[in-house]
């Protein structure tokens, strides 16, 4: 089902463009806060979790072959905090 995004603009909602689902990647190195988002989310028809993961090496890798529409992402994670790994998975996608 295709809906529309709309962003704001001039003090109203303007239609954007149009997507079918939205995929997304979970990244959080506690597995509570990872099921809570993921049964959250899952609630919404156009989004599509496509992907989990406990590491920034995982997450890295996800972004690499999974190319998700967005990353939810800890910012302090075991191996490599969340900037850094927007940097890379930002510089593997730029290459």
Excluded: W
Aim: net charge negative.
């Amino acid at each position: 089902m295709e809906r529309p995004i709309y962003t704001a603009g001039n003090g109203g909602r303007q239609k954007f463009q149009t997507a079918e689902r939205i995929n997304v990647v979970i990244v959080d190195d506690h597995e509570i806060v990872r099921a809570g988002l993921k049964q959250a989310l899952e609630r919404e028809p156009d989004i599509a979790i496509i992907g989990e993961a406990r590491t920034g090496n995982e997450a890295v890798h996800l972004a690499e072959t999974l190319r998700p529409h967005v990353m939810l992402l800890d910012v302090k994670l075991e191996d490599i905090e969340g900037p850094e790994v927007c940097r890379r998975v930002l510089s593997a996608s730029a290459g």
